[in-house]
């Protein structure tokens, strides 16, 4: 459950900040533009034209692809030693979100987006390193800072998971 709801709020989160960004360039049609860019990954640039439609379309597909992120950390935290080590101090923690942020941001621009039907954003664009650093501080902090810090209160014993293969050793 702590994946399902550490992904709901990555995809607020991540909705949020493009609509804000974009607010004073788009008004009141940004939040409908955002979510229907991320729908032409599907439908290329006739999502624009498609309306609320479209926009509902890109945001099923936002909150299913912050899952899969949020999902993909999970397995990850549970196969590394070396990132459960990471996650027990604070500063850890930090690097280890701030690195999967970088890595989820030029996965999804240099390999998702390009595979789709979507326009992925150059380096050379400021909009690139905009979404760089929101997802170093934003996302990928979010989905550890939840996992391991928030949402790991409510099942005890998730951080001290052990390698996979590896068995509990036995009182003596």
């Excluded at 709020?9 to 939040?31: Q, S, T």
């Excluded at 692809?65 to 196969?79: D, G, Q």
């Excluded at 070396?82 to 690195?99: D, F, P, Q, S």
């Amino acid at each position: 459950m702590r994946i399902l709801i550490t992904a709901i709020i990555v995809a607020i989160a991540d909705g949020l900040e493009p609509i804000i960004a974009n607010f004073n360039r788009l008004g009141w049609a940004a939040p409908r533009r955002v979510f229907q860019s991320v729908a032409a990954g599907v439908l290329g640039r006739p999502s624009f034209d498609g309306g609320v439609p479209t926009a509902l379309l890109g945001v099923a597909l936002h909150f299913t692809i912050a899952l899969i992120w949020t999902s993909i950390y999970a397995l990850i935290v549970r196969r590394l030693a070396v990132v459960r080590a990471l996650v027990r101090t604070t500063g850890g923690t930090i690097l280890v979100g701030a690195i999967y942020g970088v890595v989820i941001w030029c996965a999804m621009d240099f390999i998702v987006i390009p595979l789709s039907r979507a326009t992925f954003t150059p380096v050379s664009k400021p909009a690139f390193w905009q979404q760089f650093i929101w997802h170093m501080v934003g996302v990928g902090q979010l989905i550890v800072w939840l996992t391991e810090r928030v949402f790991a209160r409510e099942a005890p014993g998730v951080t001290d998971v052990r390698p996979y293969g590896t068995r509990a050793s036995s009182p003596a």
